[in-house]
C-alpha cells in the first residue's frame, strides 16, 4: 500500500501542471528539437521508483474535448478560483509539453526525491527552481535539460553527489516513451514496469511485476463467483495485514494469519448500536490462513463477536460462517449457500472486478455519514469512484518470479478519464 502511496503521490502532483498548461499544448507541444534526457543524466539502476510523463501521447481526441468541446471549462473556472495559493504561481522555467521525469530513491543514509525536465526559460529556472520542491534542495542543469533533488535528511553535498552520479557522458538514448506515463519500482523483493495510457473512456496500466518471494502465492481451493466489486488475491504481504485487520472484524491471534483470500464486497455499515462505533464490512469473502484452524480459533479470530455454531453477530449484523477446509474459511453476511462459493484449481494470482460505487456505499448511522459527507477529499475519491463503470485485473503468473499485470479502470460515457482524475486532483491539492 505504501509504494502505491508513493506511485500515486508522484502522478499527481504531475498533474496540476498538465492542467495549467494543457491548452497550449497544441501550438507548441511539437515545435521544439531537444536533446534526449538519458543522454544528460541518468538514475541509478536502483533507484526505487521512477515515474515518466510525457504529454506528448495524449490522446488527441481527449484535448479537442478540452479546447473546442468545453469540457474542461469548469476547470480552468476553478484553477482561476484557486490558483493564487498555489506553488505554481511561481515561474520555474520547466517545459511541461516535453518529458518529465520524477524520482524517488535511498541515497546514504536518507531518502531524495527529484524531477529531470526540459527548461523553457534558463532565467526563471535559475531564479526559482530551488524552492520548486522545498528549500532543503539542490537544481543543477546542462543545456536543455535539468535537474532538481530534495531531502529532508541529506544535505547539499551528498545531494551534489548524488547528481553528479547521475551524469553521463554517453550518447546512447533510451527508447522513446510512446505512452503518457511510464511508472517503474525497484525495492527489496519487489521489481515492476508499468506503462499507462488513456483513452476517452478507460485509463489503463499493464506491466510486469518480478517479486523475489512470488513462490508464497497460496492457491485457493475455494474462491467467490465474482458480484458486486469483487477482489481474490493469492498472496496478502506482512506489509498490509495490518491493514486487513482494519478492514475486516478479525481480531489479530499470535502465530496466525491470513495468506489469501477473496472478496465480495457491496458496502460499508456503521454500527453504535453497542455504544462503541464499529465499521463493518457488507461483504462475503473466503478466507485462507497459514495454519489449520483448531476449536477455539473461530471465538479468538472474532473475539468482539458473539459466536454460535453457524453464526458471527457484531452489534446489530449477522454474519455466517463455515468451515471449508482446516484452513480455509467462509464469512459473510450471505448464507454460504446462495454466497456464490465455488472449486478452484487455477492459479489467479491477483484479480479485481466490479463498480468501484460499491466502494462508497455508507450505511447506519447518520450523524458519521454527514460528517463524511462533509470533507472535499472524500467527497472527491468518492466522485472519482462513482465516475467509472468497472474497474478489471488480471495477472498472469509466468515464472517463479514474473507476473503480467493488466488493470483497466472503465469510465461511463458521460465521463473523461483525465479530466476527472484531474478534478479530483485539483480538489485535494490545491
Known amino acids: 500500500m505504501k509504494k502505491m502511496q508513493i506511485v500515486l503521490k508522484s502522478l499527481l502532483i504531475l498533474c496540476v501542471p498538465i492542467a495549467l ?54 476547470l480552468i473556472k476553478y484553477l482561476k478560483e484557486h490558483i493564487q495559493s498555489s506553488k505554481f504561481e511561481k515561474e520555474f522555467g520547466i517545459n511541461w509539453f516535453r518529458p518529465v521525469t520524477y524520482f524517488q530513491t535511498q541515497f546514504g543514509d536518507g531518502t531524495l526525491q527529484g524531477l529531470i525536465v526540459y527548461i523553457s526559460d534558463k532565467n526563471s529556472w535559475n531564479k526559482n527552481i530551488n524552492t520548486f520542491l522545498g528549500n532543503t534542495s539542490i537544481a543543477r542543469s546542462v543545456g536543455q535539460v535539468g535537474i532538481v533533488v530534495q ?10 553527489r548524488f547528481v553528479e552520479l547521475c551524469k553521463t557522458e554517453t550518447n546512447e538514448s533510451k527508447e522513446d516513451l510512446k505512452s503518457l506515463v511510464r511508472i517503474k519500482q525497484n525495492v527489496t523483493g519487489f521489481e515492476s514496469e508499468f506503462i499507462c495510457d488513456a483513452s476517452q473512456d478507460m485509463i489503463r496500466l499493464n506491466g510486469v511485476s518480478k517479486l523475489s518471494n512470488l513462490d508464497n502465492f497460496t492457491s485457493l481451493n475455494y474462491v467467490l463467483e465474482p458480484a458486486a466489486f469483487h477482489f481474490t488475491t493469492e498472496f496478502v504481504p506482512d506489509s498490509t495485514y495490518a491493514e486487513l485487520n482494519q478492514f475486516l472484524p478479525i481480531t489479530s491471534v499470535e502465530g496466525m494469519k491470513v495468506v489469501a483470500l477473496s472478496c465480495n464486497y457491496r458496502g460499508l455499515t456503521i454500527d453504535n448500536s453497542s455504544g462503541e462505533l464499529i465499521l463493518l464490512p457488507n461483504a462475503d469473502v473466503i478466507l485462507k490462513f ?16 458473539n459466536v454460535t455454531t453457524d453464526q458471527i453477530t457484531i452489534g446489530k449484523k449477522v454474519f455466517y460462517y463455515k468451515l471449508l477446509l482446516n484452513d480455509v474459511l467462509y464469512v459473510g453476511e450471505s448464507k454460504f ?3 456464490g462459493v465455488v472449486e478452484n484449481n487455477q492459479r489467479i494470482g491477483i484479480r479485481i472486478s466490479g ?15 454527514a460528517a463524511i459527507s462533509m470533507s472535499s477529499n472524500i467527497n472527491s475519491l468518492f466522485q472519482l469512484l462513482r465516475s467509472m463503470k468497472d474497474i478489471q485485473m488480471t495477472t498472469q503468473v509466468v515464472s517463479d518470479s514474473r507476473m503480467n499485470v493488466d488493470l483497466k479502470f472503465n469510465f461511463k460515457a458521460s465521463k473523461n478519464p483525465l479530466l476527472t482524475v484531474i478534478e479530483g486532483v485539483l480538489i485535494n491539492f490545491l
Not at 28 to 42: A, K, P, R, S, W
Not at 294 to 304: E, H, L, W
Not at 361 to 366: A, P, Q, V
Open 337 to 339: 449457500e446462495n454466497a
Open 151 to 160: 531531502s529532508k535528511q541529506l544535505n547539499k553535498h551528498e545531494l551534489n
Open 21 to 74: 498548461l494543457w491548452g497550449m499544448f497544441l501550438f507548441f507541444g511539437n515545435q521544439l528539437t531537444m536533446t534526449d534526457i538519458n543522454e544528460v543524466y541518468n538514475l541509478p539502476e536502483q533507484t526505487e521508483l521512477v515515474v515518466e510523463l510525457n504529454l506528448k501521447n495524449i490522446d488527441s481526441r481527449l484535448i479537442d474535448e478540452v479546447l473546442v468541446g468545453g469540457e474542461g471549462d469548469y
Open 290 to 305: 497459514n495454519r489449520k484452524l483448531v476449536a477455539d480459533d473461530i471465538k479468538q479470530i472474532f473475539a468482539s463477536a
Open 355 to 369: 463498480a468501484p460505487a460499491h466502494l462508497t456505499n455508507l450505511e447506519g448511522n447518520s450523524f458519521v455519514k
